[in-house]
């Protein structure tokens, strides 16, 4: 166990600080968690003024989606995995999957960063569910 604790304050002082747990690493899992949670906010602000395709207002003012409807995590160097969770108005909305595109589509033409996407409606949120 010493060997091994040298070793890491070694690798520290040679400029390795991620190396060494509990120093270096937590500043940069930091920095990765802010930056996914502004991405996050970004994600969110393009979405919330998507027209409802079937009411005059704003996926955001029907409460379709929220800001804790959209998670962003890094899956790589500078690319990031965007999920959504979306809350269609009705149980039985027949335009579930086209809100489903409008949130695909939109977020493929605006987002600047390289991403992949999932789109989900949010679990109990769609009497789809109940044909399964």
């Not at 091994?4 to 270096?24: E, F, N, T, V």
């Not at 804790?68 to 999920?83: D, K, M, R």
């Amino acid at each position: 166990m010493l060997a091994l604790g040298l070793l890491w304050r070694a690798l520290g002082s040679a400029g390795y600080a991620d190396a060494a747990p509990g120093r270096g690493g937590e500043s940069e899992r930091a920095a990765a968690m802010a930056q996914e949670q502004e991405r996050a906010l970004e994600v969110y602000d393009l979405i919330r003024t998507i027209r409802d395709p079937e009411k005059p207002n704003t996926l955001e003012e029907l409460e379709v989606v929220s800001e804790s409807c959209v998670e962003v995590a890094e899956i790589g160097p500078g690319e990031s995995l965007i999920t959504i969770r979306f809350t269609p108005t009705v149980p039985h909305c027949s335009l579930a999957t086209l809100i489903g595109l409008c949130l695909r589509i939109k977020l493929q033409r605006c987002l600047p960063f390289k991403h992949k996407l999932e789109i989900y409606i949010a679990e109990g949120a769609h009497s789809i569910e109940e044909d399964r």
